[in-house]
């Protein structure tokens, strides 16, 4: 049974920053490609940032020079570290894996970021 499970989400102020971990079982890691998405009220589901199993990473313009995305693969673990966080980032944050070449994609539960003074 594959299983995402995200954590480090929570009430920051602007300008302040947070980690976001989620570590996956059920699924050989490193060969996934890690994605972060986000989902405010009323709109739809955006990635956020990707990192592909070599490592390389793609940032909505957004979040760039202000996240960063990175993998452990022994830990089968991929972080979400914001910086310079704004209200705008307000979302749910979702992680997925996913493997095109096998059509397989799978998601976490989502965990809560809130920006606000």
Excluded: H
């Amino acid at each position: 049974q594959v299983q995402l499970v995200e954590s480090g989400g929570g009430l920051v102020q602007p300008g302040g920053s947070l980690r976001l971990s989620c570590t996956a079982s059920g699924i050989t890691f490193s060969f996934y490609t890690m994605n972060w998405y986000r989902q405010a009220p009323g709109k739809q589901r955006d990635l956020v940032a990707q990192i592909i199993s070599d490592s390389s990473t793609n940032y909505a313009d957004s979040v760039k020079g202000r996240f960063t995305i990175s993998r452990d693969n022994a830990k089968n673990t991929v972080y979400l570290q914001m910086s310079s966080l704004k209200p705008e980032d307000t979302a749910v944050y979702y992680c997925n894996a996913a493997r095109l070449s096998a059509r397989l994609s799978y998601w976490g539960q989502g965990t809560q970021v809130t920006v606000s003074s």
